[in-house]
């Protein structure tokens, strides 16, 4: 069996270098932030409740545009083996770190990361995309093994 030489703390996959800008139907540019998710475990073993504790999500967005974005976070929806997953918003509204910006100033970024191991406790591969209003990430896909 063959291995990956490298051995990451953290498997982060960089995904989707979305256009900065897209025409909508009435010909005006929608600033598209770019996105990324990643885990921290590309193949998880389920060992017990604890286990799942080690296991994040990271969110990345990167405004690479030249004017401010309305992040509208009451848009952004997680979506799990194409199911909308009804606890995203609770999640992000509960944050401890208290995020209040709405807006992303160019150049600037987000990273932010979630415990995430409940949402994950059967057997099996995993899709998942990230999208809200003007973004949609490329899907990740992950294996949870017993």
């Not at 929806?77 to 194409?82: D, T, V």
């Not at 995020?99 to 995430?116: I, K, M, Q, V």
């Amino acid at each position: 069996m063959k291995y990956w030489p490298y051995r990451p703390s953290w498997a982060l996959v960089l995904l989707l270098p979305m256009s900065a800008l897209a025409a909508t139907q009435s010909g005006q540019s929608v600033q598209r932030p770019w996105v990324a998710i990643g885990v921290n475990k590309l193949v998880s073993r389920f060992i017990d409740e604890n286990h799942l504790k080690e296991f994040n999500l990271q969110f990345v967005m990167f405004n690479d545009n030249k004017e401010t974005i309305h992040l509208n976070r009451a848009s952004w929806r997680l979506i799990i083996n194409g199911k909308d997953h009804p606890n995203f918003q609770w999640v992000l509204a509960n944050d401890p770190k208290g995020r209040g910006d709405e807006s992303l100033p160019p150049g600037e970024y987000l990273n932010f990361s979630y415990a995430l191991g409940d949402w994950f406790k059967k057997a099996g591969t995993y899709k998942v995309v990230w999208k809200g209003d003007n973004f949609k990430s490329a899907p990740i896909y992950f294996r949870v093994l017993h």
